[in-house]
């Protein structure tokens, strides 16, 4: 064979081996500059993520802290001022019950989650019409998550529970003949549910209207429960109500 080709398949072969090993060494390169810019994107399967810090949950307030919040007995809002539950120290409902029990929310969120650590009851009605609007304004703060756990329950009882439901009061039983989800009140708290609620009363058997609206903050509950002494439709919770509860709310 002559010298030149011999020369040409020495420098082939050796030039073929050379840009083998010079592809494999910018392969190498680039792979790592690859995994430079992509992180994560080279670490094997089994790789853990980093995670994140958990938010701290919501403290719940102090008895001292809720009643700072709430309306102060005789505090005026529009026409309607504000009271106590003189005789049972809150509503009736808080004694009454659900059946079936998934319905409890609707009724009243004492038992709710285990029941709040502290609690605060007012009652605001409008002495110029005191067969008008009757309100009960309850502030309630729970323990860690369990504010957000009455909301869950709070809306899968107005989801259950909107064909009606029977209320026990005591020995005696009215009937809620329907649950209808309303609009809740926009830009309050972290969270808020309304609805209106047909009641066929025990005595006589007249039909009434009473409207709940709750909200959260953080750890506490802020609803409100309205209904007409003369049984009209008030057509929902007073909003200077709410919105004057829930600016007192932001003051402290």
Request: proline share 7%; net charge positive.
């Amino acid at each position: 064979m002559p010298d030149d080709v011999q020369m040409n398949q020495g420098y082939g072969k050796n030039a073929a081996v050379r840009t083998r090993r010079i592809r494999a060494a910018l392969g190498a390169a680039a792979g790592a500059v690859s995994c430079a810019a992509a992180l994560a994107g080279c670490a094997g399967p089994d790789t853990p993520a980093r995670a994140r810090p958990a938010a701290a949950p919501p403290k719940p307030l102090a008895q001292t802290a809720l009643n700072a919040r709430a309306f102060a007995v005789g505090e005026r809002v529009g026409p309607y001022r504000t009271a106590e539950f003189t005789v049972s120290g809150g509503p009736m409902s808080d004694d009454y019950t659900a059946e079936p029990a998934l319905c409890q929310p609707l009724v009243g969120l004492r038992s709710a989650e285990g029941g709040p650590l502290a609690q605060v009851h007012r009652r605001l009605g409008d002495p110029a019409r005191p067969k008008g609007a009757d309100v009960a304004v309850q502030l309630r703060s729970y323990g860690e998550g369990r504010a957000a756990g009455v909301m869950r329950a709070l809306r899968v009882a107005g989801e259950k529970c909107k064909g009606g439901f029977t209320e026990k009061r005591g020995t005696v039983r009215a009937t809620y003949l329907g649950v209808e989800k309303v609009p809740a009140p926009a830009g309050v708290g972290d969270e808020a549910q309304a609805f209106r609620l047909v009641v066929r009363e025990v005595k006589g058997g007249a039909k009434e209207v009473e409207y709940l609206t709750v909200v959260r903050a953080g750890a506490t509950t802020l609803s409100f429960r309205a209904e007409a002494l003369d049984a009209a439709d008030l057509g929902g919770v007073p909003k200077e109500i709410v919105d004057a509860q829930w600016e007192k709310w932001g003051k402290k």
